[in-house]
């Protein structure tokens, strides 16, 4: 009796000492350098101080900013002075190099919460963390009555890995307000993202205002509304009213370059040239090297993608770089571009020219000709070269898609590497600064789960696939890789909740990817961490995927034909609930735990995921349609 109280007593004590250095309950993306964690936690009081003994204009931001998240969500009241100061932002007196200028420490004590930094930066990503260190009602639109405010004893120092740490938002195929743009804005700070690369002109819209060719938002910012699937939408007649879309105006712009620089985001602007051009060709005549009318796409199909990097042109989406007048209207472009965005990089794109078009021109004959060019790849280089002059008159830097690697790189160009890490490593060989976001990890618009259950798009990118992006190849000199980031295309995102639903979670993976040491990343960590985010994301009424739940299928024969079915999870401990009699599973249902063979006369496979008794997964419905298909293929 008395080996059985001692046994119990034990485990009593064992179990408070699990949930107190339980290490999910504090759960950051991106993880910390260090953290070291002691029982307690600090409550903050009723009324409180936040302060600095810097009169900074920087740290002063942070501090207010820190003070609207305050006052937003919590009922605390804000002191001015006091004889503590219950949260401080200070600037080191003596620089730490180690954390560099986006790197901050963090301390939690039971007196309370202060932050240090070199660079009001690094005040600005430890008061993310701290954010993060807040029970997920912090984040809330109103004030919530919340007993506590109770934030753990932690003592964290932090710095990033990559300088940049980038998010792509295409606004050209579906348009974001100013608004929607803000709150990309600052849920990417919120993870230490600081670059928003914004896609701002593609076949199906134009959408920065340039003052000398109001044509190109007038014609170029408009198309035919469409509703439906993309590229399968009917093509607009001449005379079709073209009301969808939107573009920036320069104020808008200005608006946008400020608030990002408050929230420590550099805003890289993208005029993608030479292909990709629809919209600039339907604005301006005559800058194809294909005569005719153009109208700007409205998601109907102009190319053909035979898979493998392959595609052809049905119509010539490109500059033609035999056209002096295209130049002409680069540089104005280029002008107002440079005069509009402070960060040094201009990005011109460069990625997914159709050559078919050129090749057939007498234009770019006499161009070779002239020019000594061999080859297409040698026309696009010819082109890009120019662009890149055109873009250092304005002093800026250029950066392009990998493709401008094809037929000689221009001097200085810094190459963002998105078909796999190949032309990223070239790059980095001949001493060229890289962006690495490989479409194999950073894709974030393709699948995150089974096709039968998501919104239609390319090919497949799980969670657990980004989780797994290393910006840094193997063999290259981290000075030349400037960072990664992950690319959000919107051809099929209509809505910005849409937008949302295939960036995160994916993009906490790539966050922890650009920010974190390699030797912290985890999986299983990670996956308990992001369910914690989800919470904080239901409160902030962030829209969020939660396909790493779902199981994932594969399909095989046997010896006599029958469909064996292989199912498992990227996330551990679930069980797979399944029915083939057309009703919708639960816990009760028979749980997955072998291959199943298909019953002779099912016309579906249902299944649903649990924790426990909890349902974690969708209802999924598998065609055995579908699982003929999939072996035959
Ligand atoms: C790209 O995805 N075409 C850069």
């Known amino acids: 009796?008395?080996?059985?109280?001692?046994?119990?007593?034990?485990?009593?004590?064992?179990?408070?000492?699990?949930?107190?250095?339980?290490?999910?309950?504090?759960?950051?993306?991106?993880?910390?350098?260090?953290?070291h964690v002691t029982d307690g936690s600090f409550l903050l009081p009723q009324n409180i101080v936040i302060g600095s003994d810097s009169n900074e204009e920087g740290v002063q931001k942070v501090i207010n900013q820190f003070k609207a998240i305050i006052n937003t969500s919590t009922e605390l009241n804000i002191?001015?002075?006091?004889?503590?100061?219950?949260?401080?932002?200070?600037?080191?007196?003596?620089?730490?190099?180690?954390?560099?200028?986006?790197?901050?420490?963090?301390?939690?004590?039971?007196?309370?919460?202060?932050?240090?930094?070199?660079q009001p930066a690094g005040l600005f990503y430890?008061?993310?963390?701290?954010?993060?260190?807040?029970?997920?009602?912090?984040?809330?639109?109103?004030?919530?009555?919340?007993?506590?405010?109770?934030?753990?004893?932690?003592?964290?120092?932090?710095?990033?890995?990559?300088?940049?740490?980038?998010?792509?938002?295409?606004?050209?195929?579906?348009?974001?307000?100013?608004?929607?743009?803000?709150?990309?804005?600052?849920?990417?700070?919120?993870y230490k993202y600081n670059r928003l690369h914004l896609h701002l002109t593609d076949d199906q819209g134009w959408r920065l205002q340039i003052k000398s060719l109001p044509e190109l938002t007038e014609i170029g910012a408009w198309r035919a509304k469409r509703v439906g699937r993309w590229g399968e939408w009917t093509k607009p007649a001449p005379d079709e009213p073209k009301t969808y879309g939107g573009y920036y105006t320069h104020e808008d712009i200005k608006e946008l370059v400020e608030y990002a620089k408050q929230r420590h985001v550099e805003i890289?602007?993208?005029?993608?040239?030479?292909?990709?051009?629809?919209?600039?060709?339907?604005?301006?005549?005559?800058?194809?090297?294909?005569?005719?009318?153009y109208q700007v796409n409205a998601g109907d199909r102009f190319m053909i993608w035979e898979g493998g990097g392959r595609f052809y042109g049905l119509i010539d989406n490109n500059l033609c770089p035999a056209n002096e007048k295209v130049y002409e209207v680069l540089d104005k472009v280029f002008t107002e571009v440079a005069q509009l965005f402070p960060f040094a990089y201009i990005h011109m794109g460069g990625d997914e020219t159709y050559k078919g078009f050129w090749e057939k021109s007498d234009a770019i004959k006499q161009l070779m000709k002239k020019e000594k060019l061999k080859d297409m790849h040698e026309v696009q280089s010819y082109f890009v070269k120019r662009v890149g002059r055109i873009i250092e008159s304005k002093d800026k830097k250029m950066m392009g898609w990998d493709e401008i690697l094809e037929g000689g790189l221009a001097p200085n160009a810094a190459v963002m590497s998105w078909r796999g890490e190949k032309g990223g490593i070239e790059a980095a060989k001949m001493n060229h600064p890289v962006v690495m976001t490989p479409n194999s990890h950073t894709y974030v618009d393709l699948y995150q789960g089974d096709p039968v259950a998501e919104p239609p798009t390319y090919s497949m990118l799980r969670l657990n696939q980004s989780y797994k992006f290393d910006p840094l190849p193997k063999g290259i000199d981290q000075k030349l890789i400037l960072g990664g980031q992950a690319n959000l295309w919107s051809e099929r995102l209509n809505t910005f909740r849409s937008a949302q639903y295939m960036l995160w979670p994916r993009a906490f993976a790539v966050a922890e990817s650009v920010w974190s040491q390699p030797q912290s990343k985890d999986w299983n960590s990670f996956v308990s961490r992001t369910e914690k985010h989800f919470e904080r994301f239901d409160v902030a009424q962030i829209k969020y995927s939660r396909s790493m739940y779902d199981p994932i299928f594969t399909f095989s024969r046997d010896a006599d034909s029958t469909i064996i079915?292989?199912?498992?999870?990227?996330?551990?401990?679930?069980?797979?609930?399944?029915?083939?009699?057309?009703?919708?599973?639960?816990?009760?249902?028979?749980?997955?735990?072998?291959?199943?063979?298909?019953?002779?006369?099912?016309?579906?496979?249902?299944?649903?995921?649990?924790?426990?008794?909890?349902?974690?997964?969708?209802?999924?419905?598998?065609?055995?349609?579908?699982?003929?298909?999939?072996?035959?293929?």
């Open 268 to 293: 890289l602007p993208e005029i993608d040239v030479p292909g990709h051009s629809m919209a600039l060709l339907a604005s301006i005549p005559g800058l194809s090297c294909t005569p005719g009318t």
């Open 126 to 190: 430890g008061m993310q963390t701290l954010l993060q260190l807040f029970p997920p009602e912090i984040l809330s639109k109103k004030k919530v009555h919340i007993v506590k405010w109770e934030i753990p004893l932690v003592e964290i120092t932090d710095y990033p890995r990559f300088g940049w740490r980038g998010l792509l938002l295409d606004v050209a195929r579906h348009f974001f307000t100013v608004q929607e743009v803000k709150d990309f804005i600052d849920q990417m700070a919120a």
């Open 565 to 633: 079915i292989n199912l498992k999870t990227e996330v551990e401990g679930l069980n797979i609930h399944y029915s083939f009699d057309e009703t919708f599973p639960d816990q009760f249902y028979p749980a997955y735990n072998e291959p199943l063979r298909l019953p002779k006369d099912a016309a579906n496979l249902w299944v649903v995921t649990y924790r426990g008794n909890q349902q974690v997964g969708k209802q999924i419905k598998m065609p055995v349609e579908e699982m003929k298909k999939r072996i035959r293929k």
């Open 1 to 35: 009796m008395k080996n059985i109280l001692l046994l119990i007593t034990i485990l009593f004590f064992s179990l408070i000492i699990f949930a107190q250095s339980n290490p999910f309950k504090i759960a950051l993306i991106p993880q910390p350098v260090s953290i």
């Open 79 to 118: 002191l001015n002075t006091g004889t503590t100061t219950t949260v401080s932002f200070n600037i080191l007196k003596i620089p730490d190099e180690t954390i560099t200028s986006e790197g901050y420490k963090l301390t939690v004590t039971s007196s309370g919460i202060s932050i240090f930094a070199n």
